[in-house]
C-alpha cells in the first residue's frame, strides 16, 4: 500500500535507508560474519572470471559494483546484457561464474541466457526481490534483496538493493580467499552509514523539486556525466530520467563528451555532473565547464569532501566503494519531480510493463 504517499516510486525511495538496514539484519550472523551459504562463496572464490547477466536499472547495478567486486575478490567482473549476450555467447573464461541481476527474477530475456549456461553446466546466482521467481528457481543459488515490493516501474530500492548484497557477496568471497581488502573492509559498519546519508538526501525533498523547476522540467533533453562509478551513476541516471518524465535523456563517460556529444550542447541543455571520486573529480569539473562554455547549465552532483561553493546537491561521505548507492538518490529524486511537475503519471509510464516477460 502506499499509504499517504502520490506515488509508490516516492514510497520507494524513502524506504532506501531502511532496505539497507534489513539487509545488514538479514545478512549478519551473529558472530558479526556474512550470513552466505558457503558453497556459493567457495565456488565463487575458485572461479576465474564472473560474468553478470542483467538488463536495464539491474544491468547499470552490476556496472556500479563491478569495481568493488574487482577489488575485494580480485576476479574480472564483465557485464552483459542479456538481450545481447543470449544470441552472441562471447568466449567464456575456463572457470566462469554467473550471476543474474534481477528485481522481478521473470526478465525474459535474462531466464533465455540462464537456460542456456545451465545447459552448458556453468554454476549460476540469482540476486532477485522475488524469491521462488523463475530466475530463482532454475539457478543454483538465489540470494534476496529483500527490499519489499517494488511496485513503481522506475525501479529504485531494487538498485541499491542490489549494489548492497554484491557489496556483502563480494566481501564474503573475499574474506574466504584471505584478502585484506575484504578482511578490513567492514561492510556491515558502511552499510549502516550508507543508510544515514541516504535519510539525509531524503530529507530534503524541497530542494530537489526547486532544482527540478529551474533545470528539468521544461526541457527537452538533458545529460548526466561522471568518471569511472560516476560514470556508471550516470547511466542509471539517465534511464531513471527518460523512462518516467520523457525528457530524452543521456549518461556519459564525461571524457567523451568532446569526442562526439558536445556537438548537441545548446545554449540552456541541462548537464549535470556526477562527483564523487577524488581521482578523476577534478577532469569532470574541467568537462563541465566546457559544456558551461557552450551554453550548457550545468548542476553538479559531488561528494561533500569534493564540493567547490556553488554545487547544487552534496553527498554527505561514504565509503569509496559505495558511493554509487548515495549518488543514486538525488537522480531519482530530479526524475520524479520533473516527471510531477512535467503532469506525467510516475508510477506507470507509456509503453512500459513492471517485468518484461517476452523477449
Ligand atoms: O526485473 P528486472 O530487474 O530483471 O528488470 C530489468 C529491467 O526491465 C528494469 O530494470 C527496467 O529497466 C526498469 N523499468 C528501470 O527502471
Not at 575485494?72 to 555467447?89: A, D, K, R, W
Not at 542490489?162 to 563480494?170: D, H, K, P, S
Not at 547511466?235 to 569526442?259: N, P, R
Not at 552532483?301 to 554527505?316: C, H, M, Y
Request: glycine share 6%.
Amino acid at each position: 500500500e502506499k499509504g499517504t504517499y502520490p506515488y509508490y516510486m516516492l514510497k520507494e525511495i524513502d524506504e532506501q535507508p531502511a532496505v539497507m538496514r534489513r539487509l545488514v539484519q538479514e545478512y549478519r550472523q551473529a558472530d558479526g560474519e556474512i550470513h552466505i551459504d558457503s558453497a556459493l562463496v567457495s565456488e565463487l572464490a575458485a572461479s576465474d572470471r564472473v560474468y553478470i547477466v542483467a538488463c536495464g536499472t539491474s544491468s547499470h547495478a552490476g556496472w556500479a559494483a563491478k569495481r568493488f567486486f574487482e577489488e575485494l575478490t580480485q576476479i574480472p567482473v564483465e557485464i552483459h546484457l542479456s538481450s545481447e549476450f543470449g544470441y552472441n555467447l562471447p568466449l567464456i573464461s575456463k572457470k566462469p561464474f554467473f550471476i543474474y541481476l534481477s528485481q522481478s527474477g521473470e526478465t525474459a530475456d535474462s531466464r533465455q541466457v540462464l537456460v542456456k549456461t545451465n545447459e552448458l553446466d556453468y554454476p549460476a546466482l540469482t540476486i532477485t526481490n522475488v524469491a521462488g521467481s523463475t530466475l530463482s528457481r532454475e539457478a543454483d543459488h538465489t540470494l534476496l534483496l529483500y527490499a519489499g515490493p517494488e511496485i513503481a516501474v522506475a525501479s529504485t530500492k531494487a538498485y541499491t538493493a542490489q549494489i548492497a548484497v554484491m557489496a556483502l557477496l563480494a566481501t564474503a568471497v573475499g574474506r574466504t580467499k584471505g584478502l585484506a581488502k575484504a578482511t578490513n573492509f567492514p561492510v556491515f559498519q558502511e552499510l549502516g552509514i550508507v543508510a544515514s546519508a541516504m535519510e539525509s538526501i531524503i530529507s530534503e525533498k524541497s530542494h530537489f523539486s526547486d532544482l527540478t523547476a529551474e533545470y528539468l522540467t521544461a526541457t527537452r533533453n538533458a545529460f548526466y556525466i561522471g568518471r569511472g562509478n560516476d560514470y556508471y551513476v550516470s547511466m542509471e541516471a539517465a534511464l531513471k530520467l527518460k523512462e518516467i518524465s520523457y525528457i530524452q535523456a543521456e549518461g556519459f563517460a564525461a571524457g567523451e563528451l568532446k569526442h562526439g556529444t558536445i556537438a548537441l550542447i545548446e545554449e540552456g541543455t541541462p548537464v549535470i555532473g556526477i562527483i564523487t571520486d577524488e581521482v578523476t573529480g577534478s577532469h569532470t569539473r574541467g568537462n563541465l565547464k566546457e559544456v558551461e562554455s557552450r551554453g550548457a547549465k550545468t548542476l553538479v552532483i559531488a561528494s561533500e569532501a569534493l564540493a567547490k561553493v556553488g554545487d547544487q546537491i552534496l553527498l554527505p561521505q561514504v565509503h569509496p566503494y559505495l558511493t554509487s548507492l548515495l549518488a543514486v538518490l538525488p537522480t531519482q529524486l530530479l526524475a520524479y519531480y520533473a516527471t510531477l511537475q512535467r503532469g506525467y503519471d510516475v508510477d506507470k509510464p507509456r509503453n512500459l510493463a513492471k517485468s518484461v516477460t517476452v523477449e
